[in-house]
C-alpha cells in the first residue's frame, strides 16, 4: 500500500516554462514533506522542504504548495531550465512523535527541453 | 565539505554469497539511514541509527539483513546468503540530527547473479 504517490511517471516542458510537480499521500500522520532531485548514478540530493503548518515555501526558482485537506502537494520550478532534467522524488515523514523515517514516492522524470 | 561516500559503487556477486556495504557519513552527523532502491520504485527505509545504536530496524526485510555502526560514524549493511531479489541499489543517509535533514550517498548499486 503506498502512502506517498507520484502519479506521473514523466513530464516534458519547455526551457523557461513552468514545471508542476505532483505528489498525494494518504498518511494523515504525515507532518513533513521534502522534494529530492535525483541524476542518473547519484544519490537523491534535498531541494525543498515543507511543514505541514504551512502552505507554501519557496526557495528561489522552486515553490512547494501543501494543501492537507487534499493530501496533495507540488513543487513548481518556474523558469525550467535544461540543467532541472532529472527524477524528482516526493518523500514525507511523521515529526510528532519523533518518526524520522522517510517514506517516499516512485519518482517522476521531468524532462526540460532547450 | 565532504558528502556522505559509499563503497564500493558497484558490486557483482553471485546467489548465495555474502555481502558487506559501507557507508562514510557527513563528518558530525549523529544519524544515519539505510535505504534500498529496487528498480523504478522509490527509496525504501531500512534501518536508522542514532549514534552506535540501531534506533529502528524495521524496514530490515528479514533476517539475512544486518547492519552496524559500532563508533558511531562509518556504518556496514551485511547482507548475507544473497538471493537475486537482493539486487538493487543501497543508499546510505546522514543527517545532523534525527530532526534535520537527510543527505544522501551515492548508493552502491548490488547485483546478485
Known amino acids: 500500500d503506498q502512502q506517498v504517490k507520484q502519479n506521473s511517471p514523466s513530464l516534458s516542458v519547455q526551457e523557461g516554462r513552468i514545471s508542476i510537480l505532483n505528489c498525494d499521500y494518504t498518511n494523515s500522520m504525515f507532518d513533513y514533506f521534502l522534494w529530492y532531485k535525483k541524476y542518473p548514478a547519484e544519490g537523491p540530493t534535498f531541494l525543498i522542504s515543507?511543514?505541514?503548518?504551512?502552505d507554501k515555501n519557496e526557495d528561489g526558482r522552486f515553490t512547494v504548495f501543501l494543501n492537507k485537506s487534499a493530501k496533495h502537494l507540488s513543487l513548481h520550478i518556474v523558469p525550467s531550465q535544461p540543467g532541472d532534467s532529472a527524477v524528482y522524488f516526493c518523500?514525507?515523514?511523521?515529526?510528532?512523535?519523533?518518526?524520522?523515517?522517510?517514506?517516499f514516492g516512485k519518482g517522476t522524470l521531468l524532462t526540460v527541453n532547450p | 565539505g565532504a558528502g556522505v561516500s559509499q563503497t564500493p559503487s558497484n558490486k557483482v556477486t553471485e546467489k548465495g554469497k555474502y555481502v558487506e556495504l559501507r557507508c562514510d557519513p557527513i563528518s558530525g552527523h549523529t544519524a544515519l539511514y539505510w535505504y534500498r532502491q529496487s528498480l523504478g520504485q522509490g527509496p525504501e527505509f531500512l534501518i536508522y541509527?542514532?549514534?552506535?545504536?540501531?534506533?529502528?530496524d524495521s524496514g530490515l526485510p528479514n533476517d539475512r539483513f544486518f547492519a552496524v555502526r559500532p563508533e558511531g560514524s562509518v556504518s556496514t549493511l551485511k547482507i548475507q546468503r544473497t538471493e537475486r531479489g537482493d539486487s538493487a541499489v543501497y543508499l546510505c543517509?546522514?543527517?545532523?540530527?534525527?530532526?534535520?535533514?537527510?543527505?544522501f550517498g551515492p548508493g552502491t548499486r548490488l547485483l546478485v547473479l
Open positions: 541509527f542514532q549514534g552506535t545504536g540501531a534506533a529502528d
Open positions: 518523500a514525507a515523514s511523521v515529526r510528532r512523535g519523533s518518526n524520522y523515517k522517510l517514506t
Open positions: 515543507i511543514s505541514s503548518i504551512k
Open positions: 543517509a546522514s543527517s545532523l540530527s534525527r530532526e534535520e535533514t537527510q543527505y
